[in-house]
């Protein structure tokens, strides 16, 4: 075998090993103590300070730090709805949560544009939606960035979740797929039981036995 040859041979097996090497991630779990919401995120991104104070994790995305590629997590009290059924949950959060809320949501935001808002979603276990929108955000001493982020809201017995991610415009689509993997990690502590009539055994079906005062029974249908 000639050298070139050898060389070619190597260098295929290294560019081989550093693609199978690169594909292997690890993740964390996260729990919060408080809500019980759980979520995985690789773990290559770092925690970062909370900025305001319903807002429990906030992540920051590795290299190229340019991007601005963060996401948080933000819980807050809603207690309004709980006289509702949970049968209503979904009509509820359509209501309380849709178009109207992120047009108002967004509107915050300096030189905003809602993109997108989507009802038919899901955050952990319940019914969610998501909105996709430009805006402008200052970051830092510098002036103020171009960005794009996604946000999913979901109301669950008596707190509405939010989970927010962003990164600068242009690069947006080449973290949305982490975000959205983000975002279907989360769960949280379960409220609502499944059977909301637990685990009845309709009974009226079957035969039914009627005893007599002298303790004799007698079958009836």
């Known amino acids: 075998m000639s050298r070139l040859a050898f060389f070619f041979i190597c260098f295929a ?4 090993g550093f693609h ?8 964390f779990l996260w729990e919060d103590p408080d809500t019980g919401l759980t979520l995985s995120f690789p773990d290559s991104w770092q925690l970062a300070s909370n900025v305001n104070p319903s807002t429990m994790l906030t992540l920051k995305a ?3 730090a340019q991007d601005y590629a963060t996401c948080k997590v933000r819980v807050e009290d809603e207690t309004r709805y709980l006289s509702y059924p949970p049968i209503n949950d979904k009509a509820v959060q359509r209501v309380m949560y849709g178009n109207d809320f992120w047009e108002r949501r967004v509107a915050t935001f300096p030189e905003s544009k809602l993109l997108k808002v989507y009802d038919q979603a899901a955050l952990g276990r319940r019914a969610a939606s998501y909105a996709v929108a430009d805006y402008q955000k200052k970051i830092g001493y510098r002036n103020f960035i171009d960005m794009r982020g996604i946000m999913f809201a979901s109301l669950y017995y008596d707190k509405v979740y939010f989970f927010e991610c962003e990164s600068v415009r242009h690069e947006f689509r080449y973290w949305k797929e982490m975000f959205l993997s983000i975002a279907k990690s989360i769960d949280y502590q379960k409220v609502h039981h499944e059977l909301p009539n637990g685990n009845f055994r309709y009974f009226l079906g079957e035969d039914i036995m009627m005893f007599d005062p002298t303790g004799v029974g007698t079958t009836t249908y």
């Open 13 to 16: 097996v290294l560019i081989a």
């Open 20 to 27: 199978v090497g690169s594909a292997r991630a690890d993740y």
């Open 62 to 64: 590795p290299a190229p």
